[in-house]
């Protein structure tokens, strides 16, 4: 059954000056929905296909081969800041996402799947590359 899942990324404390925006297909970007105390916020919504195994997550989000989609989290120049001398992705797994949990959020309109990382990374810039310990959770709207 395919089915449509709000999914909200918050990125925690990003560096300050450098613009994060969600990558949309292959060029366009997704501006923060919220942008308050330090924190940027991404709402947006991914098709999930539910009936194999193991959710596949579908749509112009969803990036990567079946088996391990994720979400670009872009930043500096690929977030659309031309005279940045930074220019990352961070892959935010959607590898994660249980069947249940799609099933939770599709059963309650005011849920949505959550995860949250850290915007700096371990050099100092902004974060990018596989972001480890991703967590999804069930979360209220």
């Not at 925690?12 to 969600?22: E, T």
Request: aromatic share 8%; charged share 25%; proline share 4%.
């Amino acid at each position: 059954m395919r089915t449509t899942v709000p999914i909200r990324i918050i990125v925690r404390r990003p560096m300050a000056g450098v613009q994060m925006k969600v990558q949309v297909g292959k060029s366009e970007l997704l501006d923060p929905s919220v942008s308050n105390e330090g924190d940027l916020t991404f709402d947006f919504e991914i098709d999930v296909d539910n009936d194999g195994s193991l959710p596949n997550f579908l749509g112009k989000f969803a990036q990567g081969p079946k088996a391990e989609r994720f979400v670009y989290v872009n930043s500096g120049s690929y977030a659309g800041q031309h005279f940045s001398c930074f220019n990352r992705r961070a892959k935010i797994s959607l590898m994660t996402i249980a069947a249940d949990q799609i099933k939770s959020v599709n059963a309650n309109k005011d849920r949505v799947l959550a995860t949250e990382f850290e915007g700096i990374g371990k050099d100092g810039g902004p974060a990018c590359a596989s972001i480890k310990g991703i967590v999804w959770k069930v979360e209220k709207r």
